[in-house]
C-alpha cells in the first residue's frame, strides 16, 4: 500500500516533470518537485524520504493546475506564493517584482556600511514585497525603516512581509510616488536611502523572458527610454533626505553603473562614489555618500 502510495507521487512528479519540458522550462525536475512539495506541505527531499506520501484527488487536480500555470510562463514564486531573499521567506504574488539573488549585494553593502552602535532609519524606496528594507531592519536589530511604494497592493505585500517577520514596529509603510509623499520634516533623517528601482529600457521589455514580461510588474521593471529615469529623479531629490553621514545605495543594470555614477557627479551633491560587483562580477550597486558641502 505504502509503495503504491510513494510511486503515484514520484510518478505524478515524473508526468509533471515531462510536461513542463515540453513547455521549454529549463529545471523542469526541480519545478515539478517543488509544486509537490508545496502541495503536500513537505521538504523537497521528503517527496524522496517519506513513504507514506500521497495525494489525493483535490490536491492532483491543484497539482495540474499549477503545472499548467508554469507551462504558461507564470513563475513559480507567484505559484507557491514566496520567493526566498537574505535568507527569509518573502510573500510574493503579481503586484511585486519576485526578489533577486543579486540584490542581495546590495543588502548586504548597505549593511556592511551603517553604523551599527546606535538607532538608525533607512528608507527603501520602490519597496515591492518589502525584500530589501525588511531583511536589513531583521538583521539590524537597531535599525527602523520608511519602506515607500507608490503602488497600495504592493504596499500589503510588503505589510504582510513585515509581519511575518515580526519587524512592523519598526517599520513604517508609505504610499508616495518617490519622495512626494514626504514632507519637509522628513529632511535630513535617513543613514541610507537604498532602492532597487525600475531600471530596464523600455524597448528592452519586449525582449526579457516570457515570465518576466508576462507576469512581473511593469511599472517594477520600465526605467524609461535608457533605463536611468529613476536614477536621475532619485539622484535630484534624495540628498535632501539624507543625514550628514547618510548614502544612497542602489542597484543598477548590467552596463548601468558608469552611466548612474555619472548622474549622481553632475548633480554635485554626493561624493565618495564608487560600485560593486554581484557575484557574477557585474557592476550592480553604486554608493554615494551625501557630500561634505552639502552638510548642514
Ligand atoms: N525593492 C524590491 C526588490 O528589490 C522591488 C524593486 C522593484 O520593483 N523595482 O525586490
Known amino acids: 500500500m505504502n509503495m503504491k502510495k510513494r510511486q503515484n507521487v514520484m510518478e505524478i512528479v515524473k508526468k509533471g516533470q515531462t510536461r513542463l519540458k515540453k513547455s ?5 525536475r526541480l519545478e515539478a518537485e517543488m509544486l509537490a512539495s508545496h502541495i503536500l506541505k513537505c521538504k523537497r527531499h521528503h517527496l524522496y524520504l517519506n513513504k507514506d506520501l500521497a495525494m489525493d484527488e483535490e490536491m492532483l487536480m491543484t497539482y495540474n493546475r499549477f503545472i499548467e500555470d508554469r507551462c504558461s510562463g507564470k513563475p ?16 510574493v504574488d503579481e503586484n511585486v517584482l519576485i526578489p533577486r539573488n543579486d540584490t542581495e549585494v546590495l543588502v548586504e553593502e548597505t549593511i556592511r556600511l551603517l553604523p551599527k552602535d546606535r538607532e538608525i532609519l ?3 524606496m520602490g519597496t515591492g514585497s518589502g525584500a530589501i528594507g525588511i531583511s536589513i531592519v531583521h538583521y539590524m536589530k537597531e535599525a527602523r525603516a520608511v519602506l515607500v511604494d507608490r503602488v ?3 504596499l500589503d505585500v510588503a505589510q504582510i512581509n513585515a509581519i511575518a517577520h515580526g519587524v512592523e514596529d519598526r517599520v513604517k509603510l508609505m504610499e508616495s510616488n518617490l519622495f512626494s509623499g514626504l514632507g519637509k520634516d522628513h529632511y535630513g533623517i535617513f543613514n541610507a536611502i537604498v532602492s532597487n528601482p525600475p531600471y530596464i529600457p523600455t524597448g528592452e521589455i519586449d525582449g526579457l523572458s516570457i515570465d518576466v514580461r508576462n507576469f512581473e510588474p511593469r511599472v517594477a521593471l520600465d526605467g524609461g527610454l535608457d533605463g536611468l529615469n529613476f536614477y536621475r529623479k532619485l539622484s535630484s531629490i534624495a540628498h535632501k533626505f539624507l543625514r550628514p553621514d547618510g548614502f544612497i545605495s542602489l542597484e543598477v543594470g548590467y552596463d548601468q553603473a558608469q552611466d548612474v555614477i555619472d548622474i549622481l557627479k553632475k548633480e554635485g551633491k554626493y561624493s565618495r562614489l564608487y ?19 552639502e552638510r548642514k
Open 24 to 28: 521549454k522550462i529549463n529545471t523542469a
Open 275 to 293: 560600485s560593486k560587483h554581484d557575484l557574477s562580477g557585474i557592476e550592480r550597486v553604486v554608493i554615494a555618500y551625501l557630500s561634505k558641502d
Open 76 to 91: 513559480i514564486q507567484y505559484i507557491i506564493g514566496y520567493r526566498e531573499f537574505m535568507g527569509l521567506k518573502f510573500h
Open 152 to 154: 497600495k497592493k504592493t
Open 122 to 124: 533607512i528608507c527603501d
